[in-house]
Nanobody, 119 residues
Framework: QVQLVESGGGLVQPGGSLRLSCAAS????????MGWHRQVPGNRRELVAV??????RYADSVKGRFTISRDNAKNTVYLQMNSLKFEDTAVYYC??????????????WGQGTQVTVSS
C-alpha cells in the first residue's frame, strides 16, 4: 500500500499563487509517475499535470501558469500554481502510479485539498 498526503490548499485572490505538495509513503514500491487532478462538484475529475520519467504534461488550461516538479529523494510532488483564476477553484487530488514486484502499475490517490480562488 502507498499513502499520499497532500498539503498547501487554501483561499487565494485571483492572480495569486499557491503551492501544493504531496508526499508518498509506504513499502517496497517504485514511483513511475506522479500527478495532480482536480474536480469540481458535478464534474469529472480532470488531469492538471503529470510528471513521468522526467517528462511533464499539462492541461491546456494551466499551461504557462502551473508548474509540476518532483523530488525523487522525498517521494514528493509539487504543483506551483501562479496567476490563479476563478475557474481554478476545485478540489485538487494528487496521484502516484507505482509498481511493486511486477511491472503492473497501480494508481493511488491523495485525500484531496481544496483550492478556492475568490476576491
Amino acid at each position: 500500500q502507498v499513502q499520499l498526503v497532500e498539503s498547501g490548499g487554501g483561499l487565494v485572490q485571483p492572480g495569486g499563487s499557491l503551492r501544493l505538495s504531496c508526499a508518498a509513503s509506504g513499502s517496497n514500491f517504485v514511483i513511475k509517475a506522479m500527478g495532480w487532478h482536480r474536480q469540481v462538484p458535478g464534474n469529472r475529475r480532470e488531469l492538471v499535470a503529470v510528471v513521468r520519467d522526467g517528462t511533464t504534461r499539462y492541461a491546456d488550461s494551466v499551461k504557462g501558469r502551473f508548474t509540476i516538479s518532483r523530488d525523487n529523494a522525498k517521494n514528493t510532488v509539487y504543483l506551483q500554481m501562479n496567476s490563479l483564476k476563478f475557474e481554478d477553484t476545485a478540489v485538487y487530488y494528487c496521484n502516484a502510479d507505482v509498481t511493486f514486484t511486477s511491472p503492473n502499475e497501480f494508481r493511488y490517490w491523495g485525500q484531496g485539498t481544496q483550492v478556492t480562488v475568490s476576491s
